[in-house]
């Protein structure tokens, strides 16, 4: 297990990407949902810097994933909360590492589920690329490369920290 890039640094670069796309859209009032575990932490940082007025939202998507069965997943499962209706809003979903795209792939359904947003903008604070889904992210805190048989995970959430290690 090694250390990777430090947190702070990585929140300053994806709040000032997510503020300019925001901006660009005229988006003034948008819907910040962060997927739990780490997408929720990096979203409850992101809301208090962006000073966003809706309440933060939470998804568990346990039970969305492509993989449930064949993973043999054992989840605990955490309830899905999403404030206020998503229907034609602009919905600003936020993960901790995306990687094939599977995770996002199962949010994305799920806030289906709640109703027809207008637009999903996605944040990650780190991309290390490896898709097997073509969904990429709006904001990055950054891009990783990570040898193969590594993977990186968030760890907080007081401090935050992010670590490389070995998959299992």
């Known amino acids: 297990m090694s250390h990777a890039p430090p947190i702070a640094p990585l929140l300053d670069h994806l709040t000032t990407s997510l503020r300019t796309l925001l901006s660009e859209r005229g988006e003034t009032s948008p819907l910040m949902v962060g997927i739990h575990t780490g997408g ?54 936020v993960d901790d590492v995306i990687f094939s795209g599977r995770t996002i792939r199962a949010a994305m359904n799920e806030i289906f589920d709640y109703g027809r947003p207008a637009s999903i903008v996605l944040a990650t604070l780190i991309d290390r690329g490896g898709r097997e889904l073509p969904i990429a992210p709006d904001a990055v805190g950054e891009r990783l490369a990570l040898p193969p048989g590594r993977q990186i995970k968030l760890r907080g959430p007081d401090p935050l920290e992010l670590v490389v290690e070995e998959q299992t």
């Open 40 to 93: 929720a932490w990096i979203a409850a940082d992101l809301h208090r810097r962006l000073e966003l007025t809706e309440p933060l939202g939470t998804l568990d998507i346990a039970f969305y994933r492509d993989d449930f069965s064949s993973r043999r997943l054992n989840p605990q499962v955490k309830p899905s909360y999403l404030p206020v209706p998503v229907e034609d809003r602009c919905v600003i979903l």
